[in-house]
């Protein structure tokens, strides 16, 4: 189950990859995806259409962070699409895996 630690530890993983000396390492895709059961996958899988949640975390110019999350299973009647802290993200998975809200 993706807990908030998760979600800390991936922020520290990006951060350390931004703050790296190797390009490469400073232009790894920080997207990754949760199942319907909230299992974390680095990739989208395509093949048993699981994944439901994409989430980007992007910096802004003044140092600050805007987690972004679409419901790739979503239903037309919810909001499918968020942004805003790790802790707005964080609450809108668990209310769709949790609650199925």
């Known amino acids: 189950m993706t807990t908030w630690t998760t979600f800390e530890t991936l922020d520290e993983i990006?951060?350390?990859?931004?703050?790296?000396?190797?390009?490469?390492?400073?232009?790894?895709?920080?997207?990754?995806?949760?199942?319907?059961?909230?299992?974390?996958q680095y990739h989208e899988n395509q093949f048993d259409r699981q994944s439901r949640f994409e989430v980007t975390r992007t910096p802004k110019p003044d140092g600050s962070l805007v987690w972004s999350v679409i419901d790739l299973i979503?239903?037309?009647?919810?909001?499918?699409?968020?942004?805003?802290?790790?802790?707005?993200?964080?609450?809108?998975?668990?209310?769709?895996?949790?609650?199925?809200?």
């Not at 931004?18 to 974390?40: A, C, H, K, M, P």
């Not at 239903?75 to 802290?85: I, V």
């Open 14 to 40: 990006v951060k350390d990859r931004e703050n790296s000396d190797s390009e490469y390492e400073r232009n790894i895709d920080s997207t990754f995806w949760v199942d319907r059961l909230g299992n974390l």
């Open 74 to 101: 979503g239903e037309e009647d919810r909001p499918q699409f968020t942004t805003g802290s790790m802790e707005t993200i964080v609450g809108f998975i668990a209310g769709r895996v949790l609650y199925g809200a």
